[in-house]
């Protein structure tokens, strides 16, 4: 029997999957993790004592589950990005690895890159506007606030290329995650963007360019003696986990959507035509010359568990259930859910959340609801902006959010759009697995595994509602971005130690 294997890293955990050449799953294994939060704005992961550990604990778990008979084909790895792993000729990480737009230290690198190279000039080339999201600034952190860093360094990674040079010793990146790095990559051409890269990477080579299904190498002594894997098992190039999330579900076409509910919300819309907008992220997709947008917002799921812990620590069902109770619309409360900032579509680190019309008579149940509906009004914003490049044809839910009927059925009555909620739900690393099957030719490239299993539909008696506070909502922002800007420099320091 042929078999996959496919781990993700992913924000709260690495999954790993193994399945057969049909999509039917033979085993999964989980490690939960945590990020390291040291300061404001900064987030964090020890690339080789969290990512790497992971993936040999779970690959060789998965590998000691396989059948008798059973005869590995491929190995795919992905994981949470755009990240910045700097590493030395030894492929020793010399600092933790910086995480995607969660971690905001690099204010400052935006802005000077933006007016070193143009707003303009940016959008046109890169089709993304510089943000916390982007790898570039990032690098230009590292080389202003540590120097010694960025000198000792030989190379530059994602959480997914640094395994798989520790799987194979091969230097690469797949194009989709090269796209996220702005401005280096240059996504009109599907190529690195050279002057700009080698400005901001200086003495670091870049890495050599591949797709996600690609087979970068082969599975070397040393990394098949710390994860299991049998020495010269091919491994594919992987990519962004949310992207090969939306892989696994069948978002393959333009038009299909994927809506993320996780611990941020996550949005991806495959398209048939290069588009740029200052307020999404343009990409380059999973599959060979495609293009794709995406959006992200800074919180979700990790509000929902802020709220649980500073209300007492409910059950989570019993929070849901209190947040059912209370009609549509939260009896008048708002939520502006920026507590982390915000990413798409305001690219504001700054942000800060909003309660708007709270009163003695608003319970925790109001708050959970209203919080819920404010993430869908932030997902709506994002959507229409999608609208604009291509008419979302099908909308693909995934996620430990849909948990939470109350979250899911607020984001159809508020997006007005049905949710296709699909059978298999393991997530990215399902996506792994097919792109590893897809790679060495064990299944053809159009092989979809994805199954539907049900749908969220609009109530339509919540339209009108919706409709009148969503325009009060999208008012919330710039009404009060001037007073939470002055409260955010009072930010708590971090705890000593």
């Known amino acids: 029997m042929d078999l996959l294997l496919g781990i993700d890293m992913?924000?709260?955990?690495?999954?790993?999957?193994?399945?057969?050449?049909?999509?039917?799953?033979?085993?999964?294994?989980t490690v939960p993790h945590a990020m390291s939060l040291p300061r404001p704005g900064w987030a964090e992961v020890d690339a080789e004592g969290l990512w790497w550990r992971e993936v040999c604990e779970v690959a060789g778990k998965l590998v000691a589950r396989m059948p008798t008979g059973g005869v590995l084909g491929a190995l795919c790895v992905s994981g949470v990005g755009p990240c910045l792993v700097l590493c030395d000729a030894d492929l020793r990480p010399l600092r933790p690895a910086i995480l995607y737009g969660v971690d905001t230290r690099a204010v400052d690198e935006i802005d000077s890159l933006t007016d070193e190279f143009g707003t303009d000039a940016i959008l046109e080339r890169a089709g993304?506007?510089?943000?916390s999201q982007a790898v570039g600034p990032k690098l230009e952190w590292v080389h202003r606030h540590e120097p010694e860093v960025f000198a000792a360094a030989a190379g530059w990674y994602g959480s997914n290329s640094y395994v798989a040079a520790k799987l194979t010793g091969e230097y690469v990146m797949d194009h989709h995650t090269a796209s996220q790095c702005d401005p280096l990559y240059a996504t009109r051409d599907f190529d690195w963007n050279l002057p700009w890269a080698k400005r901001i990477c200086g003495h670091l080579p870049l890495p050599r360019l591949v797709w996600p299904s690609d087979v970068v190498g082969t599975v070397h002594a040393?990394?098949?003696?710390?994860?299991g894997v049998p020495v010269g098992t091919p491994v594919v190039a992987g990519t962004v986990d949310a992207y090969s999330e939306a892989f696994s579900v069948g978002v393959r076409h333009p038009g299909d959507q994927m809506l993320m509910y996780g611990s941020t919300m996550f949005l991806v819309q495959i398209i048939d035509e290069y588009f740029s907008d200052p307020t999404l992220w343009t990409t380059a997709g999973i599959e060979h010359g495609s293009l794709a947008l995406a959006a992200g917002t800074s919180t979700?799921?990790?509000l929902i568990g802020w709220l649980q812990t500073v209300t007492g620590g409910a059950p989570f069902d019993e929070l849901v259930a209190e947040a059912a109770a209370v009609p549509p619309g939260s009896e008048g409360l708002l939520v502006l859910p920026?507590?982390?900032?915000e990413r798409t579509p305001v690219f504001d680190p700054k942000a800060r959340g909003v309660l708007a019309g709270l009163t003695l008579r608003h319970g925790r149940g109001h708050l959970f609801r209203a919080a819920y509906e404010g993430i869908?009004?932030?997902i709506r914003q994002i959507l229409e902006r999608f609208d604009d490049a291509h008419s979302g044809t099908r909308t693909v839910a995934v996620g430990g959010g849909l948990r939470s009927p109350v979250w899911a059925q607020a984001v159809s009555d508020?997006?007005?759009?049905v949710q296709l909620v699909p059978e298999q739900a393991i997530g990215a690393s399902y996506g792994d697995a097919l792109l590893a099957a897809i790679g060495v030719g064990m299944v053809p490239a159009g092989t979809d595994w994805a199954r539907i299993s049900r749908e969220i539909v609009p109530n339509p008696g919540t339209r009108a509602l919706y409709e009148d506070l969503?325009?009060?909502?999208?008012?919330?922002?710039?009404?009060?971005?001037?007073?939470?800007?002055r409260l955010a420099t009072t930010d708590p320091a971090p705890p000593a130690g």
């Open 10 to 29: 992913g924000t709260g955990s690495t999954k790993g999957v193994l399945v057969d050449a049909a999509g039917s799953v033979i085993a999964t294994e």
């Open 300 to 302: 979700a799921g990790s």
């Open 414 to 417: 508020v997006t007005g759009r």
């Open 470 to 485: 969503y325009g009060t909502w999208r008012e919330l922002y710039p009404a009060t971005r001037t007073q939470v800007h």
């Open 338 to 341: 920026y507590f982390a900032g």
């Open 376 to 378: 869908a009004f932030g």
């Open 222 to 227: 040393a990394a098949a003696a710390a994860t």
């Open 128 to 131: 993304t506007l510089l943000s």
